[in-house]
Protein backbone atom coordinates (compact mmCIF):
# COMPACT_ATOMS: atom_id res chain seq x y z
CA UNK A 1 0.00 0.00 0.00
CA UNK A 2 0.96 3.63 -1.03
CA UNK A 3 0.53 6.29 1.74
CA UNK A 4 0.19 9.78 -0.84
CA UNK A 5 0.31 13.64 1.09
CA UNK A 6 0.20 16.39 -1.20
CA UNK A 7 1.09 20.21 -0.61
CA UNK A 8 1.47 23.50 -1.96
CA UNK A 9 -2.41 24.26 -2.89
CA UNK A 10 -3.71 27.68 -1.79
CA UNK A 11 -5.75 30.91 -3.51
CA UNK A 12 -4.04 32.15 -6.68
CA UNK A 13 -4.72 35.17 -8.87
CA UNK A 14 -5.95 34.10 -12.50
CA UNK A 15 -3.04 33.75 -14.56
CA UNK A 16 -0.93 32.60 -11.51
CA UNK A 17 0.95 29.56 -11.38
CA UNK A 18 1.10 27.13 -8.45
CA UNK A 19 2.97 23.98 -7.93
CA UNK A 20 1.83 21.10 -5.95
CA UNK A 21 3.90 17.92 -4.77
CA UNK A 22 2.86 14.99 -4.01
CA UNK A 23 5.12 12.50 -1.52
CA UNK A 24 4.73 8.95 -1.73
CA UNK A 25 5.86 6.60 0.84
CA UNK A 26 5.85 2.79 0.51
CA UNK A 27 8.19 0.09 -0.88
CA UNK A 28 6.90 0.44 -4.29
CA UNK A 29 6.24 4.06 -4.74
CA UNK A 30 8.71 4.64 -7.23
CA UNK A 31 7.79 2.00 -9.65
CA UNK A 32 4.59 2.94 -9.87
CA UNK A 33 2.74 5.73 -12.57
CA UNK A 34 1.55 8.79 -10.62
CA UNK A 35 -0.61 11.52 -11.28
CA UNK A 36 -3.44 14.20 -10.26
CA UNK A 37 -7.41 14.32 -10.59
CA UNK A 38 -9.48 16.92 -9.70
CA UNK A 39 -12.87 17.78 -8.52
CA UNK A 40 -15.03 20.59 -8.19
CA UNK A 41 -18.08 21.24 -6.13
CA UNK A 42 -20.72 20.17 -7.96
CA UNK A 43 -19.13 18.07 -10.42
CA UNK A 44 -17.31 14.63 -10.93
CA UNK A 45 -13.32 13.75 -10.36
CA UNK A 46 -11.44 14.59 -14.01
CA UNK A 47 -8.17 13.52 -14.96
CA UNK A 48 -5.54 16.49 -14.73
CA UNK A 49 -2.40 15.06 -15.75
CA UNK A 50 -0.34 11.09 -15.41
CA UNK A 51 3.71 10.23 -15.47
CA UNK A 52 4.79 7.03 -15.81
CA UNK A 53 7.48 5.61 -13.56
CA UNK A 54 10.58 6.60 -14.96
CA UNK A 55 8.90 10.43 -15.40
CA UNK A 56 9.60 9.56 -19.69
CA UNK A 57 5.78 9.36 -20.61
CA UNK A 58 3.32 11.52 -19.81
CA UNK A 59 -0.51 12.29 -20.59
CA UNK A 60 -2.42 15.46 -19.91
CA UNK A 61 -6.29 16.07 -19.88
CA UNK A 62 -7.20 18.96 -23.21
CA UNK A 63 -7.77 21.69 -20.84
CA UNK A 64 -4.65 21.94 -18.84
CA UNK A 65 -2.14 21.15 -21.87
CA UNK A 66 0.08 23.82 -22.65
CA UNK A 67 -0.39 25.14 -19.37
CA UNK A 68 0.59 22.52 -16.63
CA UNK A 69 3.42 20.22 -16.33
CA UNK A 70 3.74 17.25 -14.24
CA UNK A 71 7.57 15.91 -12.94
CA UNK A 72 8.68 13.21 -10.81
CA UNK A 73 11.63 12.70 -8.55
CA UNK A 74 12.30 9.29 -7.76
CA UNK A 75 15.06 9.94 -5.13
CA UNK A 76 12.44 11.71 -3.19
CA UNK A 77 9.10 9.58 -4.33
CA UNK A 78 7.85 12.89 -5.01
CA UNK A 79 5.67 14.09 -7.95
CA UNK A 80 4.54 17.81 -8.46
CA UNK A 81 2.08 19.17 -11.04
CA UNK A 82 3.46 22.78 -11.98
CA UNK A 83 0.31 25.01 -12.94
CA UNK A 84 1.05 28.08 -14.66
CA UNK A 85 -1.63 30.34 -16.54
CA UNK A 86 -4.51 29.30 -13.86
CA UNK A 87 -8.02 30.05 -14.88
CA UNK A 88 -10.92 30.07 -12.33
CA UNK A 89 -12.53 26.89 -14.04
CA UNK A 90 -8.63 25.35 -12.58
CA UNK A 91 -10.47 26.24 -9.07
CA UNK A 92 -11.19 22.47 -6.72
CA UNK A 93 -9.33 19.97 -5.29
CA UNK A 94 -6.51 18.19 -6.23
CA UNK A 95 -5.81 14.73 -5.37
CA UNK A 96 -2.80 12.92 -6.19
CA UNK A 97 -3.14 9.27 -7.59
CA UNK A 98 -0.72 5.88 -7.82
CA UNK A 99 -1.44 3.12 -10.02
CA UNK A 100 0.21 0.30 -11.52
CA UNK A 101 0.27 1.77 -14.73
CA UNK A 102 -0.44 4.91 -16.18
CA UNK A 103 -3.73 6.38 -16.14
CA UNK A 104 -6.59 8.15 -17.41
CA UNK A 105 -9.24 7.38 -15.44
CA UNK A 106 -10.29 6.88 -11.61
CA UNK A 107 -10.87 3.10 -11.95
CA UNK A 108 -7.46 2.32 -12.63
CA UNK A 109 -5.80 4.47 -9.61
CA UNK A 110 -4.90 2.07 -6.57
CA UNK A 111 -4.24 4.77 -3.88
CA UNK A 112 -5.33 8.19 -3.58
CA UNK A 113 -4.45 11.19 -1.05
CA UNK A 114 -6.26 13.14 0.54
CA UNK A 115 -6.99 16.18 -1.36
CA UNK A 116 -5.41 19.77 -1.60
CA UNK A 117 -7.28 22.33 -2.83
CA UNK A 118 -6.84 24.79 -5.28
CA UNK A 119 -8.47 28.33 -5.80
CA UNK A 120 -8.65 30.79 -8.34
CA UNK A 121 -9.79 34.38 -8.14
CA UNK A 122 -11.17 35.84 -11.05
Known amino acids: QVQLVESGGGLVQAGGSLRLSCAAS????????MGWFRQAPGKEREFVAT????????SYANSVKGRFSISRDNAKNTVYLKMNSLKHEDTAIYYC???????????????WGQGTPVTVSS
Open 97 to 111: AAAYGIFTTPGGVAS
Open 26 to 33: GRTASSLA
Open 51 to 58: VNWSGGTT
